[in-house]
């Protein structure tokens, strides 16, 4: 069967992309879990140990707080508590950590830091999948054991407020709730007052005994403006107030009950430096974590003194702290001003810091809150969970509790690590805990004989050290067996990427030819005996692993049809490789015959594309070019800008030979039909167009301004790269250094506005994009349709795109102009050179509008321009039509100049084969280096978020290829 080169590209990319799917799906991996049922089940708690005695400790230990009230605000940085706008703006909370009421600690998230994933490793302790990125869209209920299913069982009564993503992920747990959505981010006001609003009557209450507060401001004014804005210290002051009243009231209620209460401030996540979270910083991973309670109270040293001060300069602050700390005044507080010591006039800045008795945060995981909250509240630990009890909220308490508490979290991780390692007993946090259990046995010995000597105060103190030891060392190991990879699926899915990307490695020749079409037979495979071979093999291997494995597997779990679908699959395209392979060895014995005749060559150009693309694939293996890979891209295209200047150049001076040099001509059309080889037994694999011998002095058939723009086209191009490249700084290693963006805001009505003119445009292009088809209208038709769609794809980008972000849409469509009126027409470039460079400049412009490999840097305020409430679809497509515009503008003006330029319907299946094989390339060599690198150090921090913008791209990369397809089908009908 004949296909278009088009056609059979689309196709490929098509099965490519099933192929993409099946490998993540084995690569991102499901993180470590019990063997138990995921439901609550009432198990005895594991007893005290004990040695030649009985212990009758057989039960929980009872709850150490009587309420327990969460405050999670969103985004919440560690400095913005502990920094300096911790001490401006959250006075009341600097008091709380300073005092001593508390425990200060700072909280590290694991990536990907986003709302859902965050909320579950809070919850369960466990460590979230990183797939879960995607699933933070819309939740589903969380069947894992947690804090929240432990409390509902154990008869506790739980009130939710703020974000709707806790009432997703624990539907039926809250006798009270109140959801907003986490996801209309320029909302800053409301979405808080709404949470607030409830806080009077519910804390007059006493009918609950958990709270949840989710609040959502803070991190919607990251996302719209940056940590910089001045809406954050406003923010902050708020959420201060917002913890000041909780307390409060909580220790006004504590009077009248025996347990005092729990204050939790958490955050989910940090906020980077641009506003978004997502990836792995410094500033997206570390969190506050304060827990406030009485029963924490401590007084300060005997030798810490306590300095508050005006400040007017922070040197003259600086310099007054260092003056006091080696100062040997005994008084408790001083009031200092800089120049007058007197009292500070009302409204003036403060500053406090302690003195002799500095108290840093300790760093801690983010899972490790489970245990504490599981213990505090009297429930058992999440079995799922690998955090560790954070010690200093139980210290108070006496020996035997303390050491009761760390051997139920000790035992509860022993039994995770049993279930998932099947060589635990040579762990060493296993025979730590062996070793910890046996002191803790003849400890309790001891104390039943009601031996309170310094030898059993000696040995509980070691018992307890050993026990945090075996914590610390279960915990770590644990945590390192979240990558369990499906690595059958894995290799399934590369082996059919692999096969695709030969497949058109191997029809190049063909598909590149004059006709533009290519004989893929369809029968001759299936009724092949190498397909039946292939087949059996792979039904036999499929029965081994499904049999054999101890772990998990996505293609075991699927139906016996299904999963004979996969092999058929896999089998058909081999024998299609081996089919074109012995075409292409057949091929070149008969061009070796004829090689005098051939004079096809590679032109700098082509070697520049060549190694260009190779040179990205291959930086693709170090963490550090994935992390700036807008370098590579920005090195490559001011590379081809100083090329094509280059080429202008050669032709309109004289040369020294007769070599065959191209044409400037402006006045003829885009030839995309008339290649320069035209054997008929031989094709080319790249191809030229038009490369006539003509006198270098046609330039000066130019008109005047002609001229001086085709040679001044480059460097002005060049130029326009340039500014684009300071105008968002992006990355990781510069991403904090200034840039010209500055952030502004719409209107609502004014956007919807756009829409319906958007619409309408569309609307118009895809008409007479089907008049084109169907009543066969013409050339002209088709092509004002395709730049009809063109157009209302540029001013949908024009409403998107932040406003700092106009010049990179202004500049995109500057060059474009410049490329094809006096680059790619005058130089008559083939359709693979304008093909690669439209592919080059679409991936530059992803990242000169502020884009990165890193999460973070997903704009995803874009999704709610002109909408007044989230709309999931709508959201979704505006968001991701926002990030990915560069790509997609580039891609549909290929597909408008090649339809309104080419005078040969060969033209759009060479651009959309050649568009397959350079969208195809960077993604299969890119699984097989992940895979490879599927150990490394940065594995989820910087690998893994290429892999899904990889993806990503990949079907930018199959719609291109559908559309030039259908672009082809109608050229052929006319």
Same mark, same amino acid.
């Given at each position: 069967?004949?296909?278009?080169?088009? $056609?059979?590209?689309?196709?490929?990319?098509?099965?490519?992309?099933?192929?993409?799917?099946?490998?993540?799906?084995?690569?991102?991996? /499901?993180?470590?879990?019990?063997?138990?049922?995921?439901?609550?089940?009432?198990?005895?708690?594991? !007893?005290?140990?004990?040695?030649? /005695? =009985?212990?009758?400790?057989?039960?929980?230990?009872?709850?150490?707080?009587?309420?327990?009230?969460?405050?999670?605000?969103?985004?919440?940085?560690?400095?913005?508590?502990?920094?300096?706008?911790?001490?401006?703006?959250?006075?009341?909370?600097? *008091?709380?950590?300073?005092?001593?009421?508390?425990?200060?600690?700072?909280?590290?998230?694991?990536? %990907?830091?986003?709302?859902?994933?965050?909320?579950?490793?809070?919850?369960?302790?466990?460590?979230?999948?990183?797939?879960?990125?995607?699933?933070?869209?819309?939740?589903?209920?969380?069947?894992?054991?947690?804090?929240? $299913?432990?409390?509902?069982?154990?008869?506790?009564?739980?009130?939710?407020?703020?974000?709707?993503?806790?009432?997703?992920?624990?539907?039926?747990?809250?006798?009270?709730?109140?959801?907003?959505?986490?996801?209309?981010?320029?909302?800053?006001?409301?979405?808080?007052?709404?949470?607030?609003?409830?806080?009077?009557?519910?804390?007059?209450?006493?009918?609950?005994?958990?709270?949840?507060?989710?609040?959502?401001?803070?991190?919607?004014?990251?996302?719209?403006?940056? !940590?910089?804005?001045?809406?954050?210290?406003?923010?902050?002051?708020?959420?201060?107030?917002?913890?000041?009243?909780?307390?409060?009231?909580?220790?006004?209620?504590?009077?009248?009950?025996?347990?005092?209460?729990?204050?939790?401030?958490?955050?989910?996540?940090?906020?980077?430096?641009?506003?978004?979270?997502?990836? =792995?910083?410094?500033?997206?991973?570390?969190?506050?974590?304060?827990?406030?309670?009485?029963?924490?109270?401590?007084?300060?040293?005997? @030798?810490?003194?306590?300095?508050?001060?005006?400040?007017?300069?922070?040197?003259?602050?600086?310099?007054?702290?260092?003056?006091?700390?080696?100062?040997?005044?005994?008084?408790?507080?001083?009031?200092?001003?800089?120049?007058?010591?007197?009292?500070?006039?009302?409204?003036?800045?403060?500053?406090?810091?302690?003195?002799?008795?500095?108290?840093?945060?300790?760093?801690?995981?983010?899972?490790?809150?489970?245990?504490?909250?599981?213990?505090?509240?009297?429930?058992?630990?999440?079995?799922?969970?690998?955090?560790?009890?954070?010690?200093?909220?139980?210290?108070?308490?006496?020996?035997?509790?303390?050491?009761?508490?760390?051997?139920?979290?000790?035992?509860?991780?022993?039994?995770?690590?049993?279930?998932?390692?099947?060589?635990?007993?040579?762990?060493?946090?296993?025979?730590?805990?062996?070793?910890?259990?046996?002191?803790? &046995?003849?400890?309790?010995?001891?104390?039943?004989?009601?031996?309170?000597?310094?030898?059993?105060?000696?040995? &509980?103190?070691?018992?307890?050290?050993?026990?945090?030891?075996?914590?610390?060392?279960?915990?770590?190991?644990? =945590?390192?067996?979240?990558?369990?990879?499906?690595?059958?699926?894995?290799?399934?899915?590369?082996?059919?990427?692999?096969?695709?990307?030969?497949?058109?490695?191997?029809?190049? !020749?063909?598909?590149?030819?004059?006709?533009?079409?290519?004989?893929?037979?369809?029968?001759?495979?299936?009724?092949?005996?190498?397909?039946?071979?292939?087949?059996?093999?792979?039904?036999?291997?499929?029965?081994?692993?499904?049999?054999?494995?101890?772990?998990?597997?996505?293609?075991?779990?699927?139906?016996?049809?299904?999963?004979?679908?996969?092999?058929?699959?896999?089998?058909?395209?081999?024998?299609? #490789?081996?089919?074109?392979?012995?075409?292409?060895?057949?091929?070149?014995?008969?061009?070796?015959?004829?090689?005098?005749?051939?004079?096809?060559?590679?032109?700098?150009?082509?070697?520049?594309?060549?190694?260009?693309?190779?040179?990205?694939?291959?930086?693709?293996?170090?963490?550090?070019?994935?992390?700036?890979?807008?370098?590579?891209?920005?090195?490559?295209?001011?590379?081809?800008?100083?090329?094509?200047?280059?080429?202008?150049?050669?032709?309109?001076?004289?040369?020294?030979?007769?070599?065959?040099?191209?044409?400037?001509?402006?006045?003829?059309?885009?030839?995309?039909?008339?290649?320069?080889?035209?054997?008929?037994?031989?094709?080319?694999?790249?191809?030229?167009?038009?490369? &006539?011998?003509?006198?270098?002095?046609?330039? &000066?058939?130019?008109?005047?301004?002609?001229?001086?723009?085709?040679?001044?086209?480059?460097?002005?191009?060049?130029?326009?790269?340039?500014?684009?490249?300071?105008?968002?700084?992006?990355?990781?290693?510069?991403?904090?250094?200034?840039?010209?963006? @500055?952030?502004?805001?719409?209107?609502?009505?004014?956007?919807?506005?756009? *829409?319906?003119? #958007?619409?309408?445009?569309?609307?118009?292009? $895809?008409?007479?994009?089907?008049?084109?088809?169907?009543?066969?209208?013409?050339?002209?038709?088709?092509?004002?349709?395709?730049?009809?769609?063109?157009?209302?794809?540029?001013?949908?980008?024009?409403?998107?795109?932040?406003?700092?972000?106009? %010049?990179?849409?202004?500049?995109?469509? +500057?060059?474009?102009? +410049?490329? /094809?009126?006096?680059?790619?027409?005058?130089?008559?470039?083939?359709?693979?050179?304008?093909?690669?460079?439209?592919?080059?400049?679409?991936?530059?412009?992803?990242?000169?509008?502020?884009?990165?490999?890193?999460?973070?840097?997903?704009?995803?305020?874009?999704?709610?321009?002109?909408?007044?409430?989230?709309?999931?679809?709508?959201?979704?497509?505006?968001?991701?039509?926002?990030?990915?515009?560069?790509?997609?503008?580039?891609?549909?003006?290929?597909?408008?100049?090649?339809?309104?330029?080419?005078?040969?319907?060969?033209?759009?299946?060479?651009?959309?084969?050649?568009?397959?094989?350079?969208?195809?390339?960077?993604?299969? /060599?890119?699984?097989?280096?992940?895979?490879?690198?599927?150990?490394?150090?940065?594995?989820?921090?910087?690998?893994?978020?290429?892999?899904?913008?990889?993806?990503?791209?990949?079907?930018?990369?199959?719609?291109?290829?559908?559309?030039?397809?259908?672009?082809?089908?109608?050229?052929?009908?006319?």
């Amino acid at each position: 069967m004949r296909l278009g080169s088009g $056609t059979f590209a689309a196709c490929c990319v098509v099965v490519e992309v099933l192929g993409v799917v099946l490998f993540l799906r084995g690569f991102f991996p /499901a993180p470590v879990r019990s063997s138990s049922s995921s439901k609550h089940q009432a198990e005895p708690p594991a !007893p005290e140990p004990s040695a030649g /005695a =009985s212990s009758n400790w057989t039960k929980l230990p009872p709850p150490l707080f009587s309420k327990v009230v969460i405050v999670l605000i969103d985004a919440l940085r560690d400095d913005f508590v502990f920094g300096s706008k911790g001490v401006k703006f959250m006075p009341y909370t600097t *008091y709380l950590v300073e005092k001593g009421a508390s425990h200060s600690f700072v909280a590290e998230a694991k990536p %990907p830091t986003v709302t859902m994933p965050r909320i579950k490793a809070l919850m369960t302790g466990s460590v979230p999948g990183f797939i879960d990125v995607v699933m933070n869209l819309n939740s589903p209920a969380l069947l894992e054991d947690n804090v929240i $299913t432990q409390a509902k069982a154990a008869g506790k009564r739980i009130i939710s407020y703020g974000d709707e993503t806790w009432v997703k992920l624990f539907p039926k747990h809250f006798v009270e709730y109140d959801g907003t959505t986490s996801f209309f981010v320029s909302d800053y006001t409301e979405v808080d007052e709404n949470v607030t609003r409830h806080l009077d009557k519910v804390l007059k209450r006493g009918d609950w005994d958990v709270l949840i507060l989710h609040y959502l401001g803070l991190d919607h004014i990251g996302h719209v403006s940056g !940590p910089s804005s001045p809406l954050i210290g406003r923010k902050l002051s708020e959420m201060d107030g917002v913890l000041m009243k909780i307390h409060t009231a909580l220790l006004s209620e504590e009077r009248e009950t025996l347990l005092p209460s729990l204050l939790v401030l958490c955050g989910d996540h940090g906020m980077s430096e641009t506003g978004g979270h997502g990836a =792995s910083s410094t500033e997206e991973v570390s969190t506050p974590l304060l827990l406030v309670s009485s029963a924490f109270e401590r007084k300060p040293g005997p @030798h810490s003194r306590h300095l508050l001060f005006y400040h007017d300069l922070f040197a003259e602050e600086t310099w007054l702290c260092v003056l006091w700390s080696l100062s040997a005044l005994s008084a408790d507080v001083f009031f200092v001003h800089p120049v007058n010591p007197v009292w500070p006039a009302r409204g003036s800045r403060f500053r406090s810091c302690w003195l002799g008795d500095i108290r840093h945060p300790k760093h801690v995981q983010q899972t490790d809150l489970a245990a504490t909250l599981a213990i505090g509240l009297g429930l058992p630990i999440p079995k799922n969970s690998v955090g560790h009890l954070l010690f200093p909220a139980i210290e108070g308490k006496p020996m035997r509790e303390q050491l009761r508490f760390l051997h139920l979290n000790t035992v509860q991780l022993t039994k995770l690590l049993q279930e998932n390692v099947p060589s635990y007993e040579k762990e060493p946090g296993f025979e730590q805990f062996k070793i910890s259990e046996r002191l803790h &046995g003849n400890w309790i010995r001891l104390y039943l004989e009601e031996n309170n000597s310094e030898v059993l105060f000696n040995l &509980g103190t070691k018992v307890r050290r050993q026990y945090l030891d075996a914590l610390k060392t279960l915990s770590l190991s644990l =945590s390192r067996q979240v990558a369990q990879y499906d690595v059958y699926s894995m290799v399934v899915g590369t082996v059919v990427v692999l096969e695709v990307l030969t497949l058109l490695l191997l029809s190049i !020749p063909q598909a590149l030819s004059s006709k533009a079409e290519l004989e893929v037979p369809l029968l001759s495979p299936v009724f092949s005996l190498l397909f039946y071979l292939t087949f059996l093999v792979l039904s036999a291997v499929h029965v081994i692993v499904c049999t054999s494995t101890e772990s998990s597997c996505y293609l075991c779990s699927l139906s016996w049809l299904t999963a004979g679908g996969v092999m058929v699959l896999v089998s058909a395209l081999l024998c299609a #490789v081996v089919s074109a392979l012995t075409k292409v060895l057949v091929r070149g014995k008969l061009l070796s015959k004829n090689a005098a005749h051939s004079n096809s060559r590679w032109s700098e150009l082509d070697l520049l594309i060549l190694l260009g693309t190779l040179g990205h694939v291959l930086s693709l293996g170090a963490s550090s070019f994935i992390e700036e890979e807008h370098q590579t891209w920005y090195f490559l295209v001011s590379t081809l800008c100083l090329a094509l200047c280059h080429d202008i150049y050669r032709n309109y001076l004289p040369g020294d030979d007769c070599e065959p040099q191209r044409c400037l001509h402006v006045e003829g059309g885009f030839d995309g039909a008339t290649p320069a080889l035209q054997d008929k037994n031989t094709s080319s694999a790249v191809l030229e167009l038009n490369r &006539g011998c003509k006198s270098p002095s046609s330039l &000066g058939t130019l008109r005047g301004y002609e001229k001086w723009m085709v040679l001044a086209s480059p460097w002005v191009i060049l130029t326009c790269c340039r500014l684009l490249r300071s105008l968002n700084q992006t990355g990781v290693q510069w991403a904090h250094r200034p840039d010209l963006g @500055h952030w502004l805001t719409r209107g609502i009505l004014e956007a919807r506005f756009v *829409y319906v003119f #958007v619409l309408g445009i569309l609307f118009t292009g $895809t008409k007479d994009l089907l008049k084109s088809q169907v009543v066969a209208a013409g050339f002209t038709v088709k092509t004002v349709g395709l730049w009809e769609l063109y157009s209302g794809f540029v001013l949908l980008a024009a409403l998107l795109l932040r406003p700092h972000n106009l %010049p990179v849409l202004v500049l995109s469509l +500057l060059i474009q102009t +410049l490329m /094809a009126k006096f680059v790619w027409k005058p130089l008559r470039h083939d359709v693979a050179e304008v093909t690669v460079m439209h592919y080059w400049f679409g991936q530059a412009f992803f990242y000169f509008q502020g884009n990165s490999n890193n999460i973070a840097t997903v704009d995803i305020s874009a999704g709610f321009v002109g909408l007044d409430t989230y709309v999931e679809i709508p959201a979704i497509f505006l968001t991701a039509f926002a990030t990915y515009t560069g790509p997609v503008l580039w891609a549909s003006h290929l597909v408008s100049f090649l339809s309104s330029e080419a005078s040969s319907s060969s033209a759009l299946s060479h651009a959309g084969f050649c568009y397959a094989l350079i969208g195809s390339f960077p993604v299969s /060599a890119y699984i097989i280096l992940v895979t490879s690198l599927r150990y490394h150090l940065f594995i989820w921090s910087v690998f893994s978020p290429k892999l899904l913008y990889e993806g990503m791209h990949l079907l930018i990369t199959a719609a291109v290829c559908v559309f030039f397809t259908a672009m082809d089908q109608t050229n052929t009908k006319s």
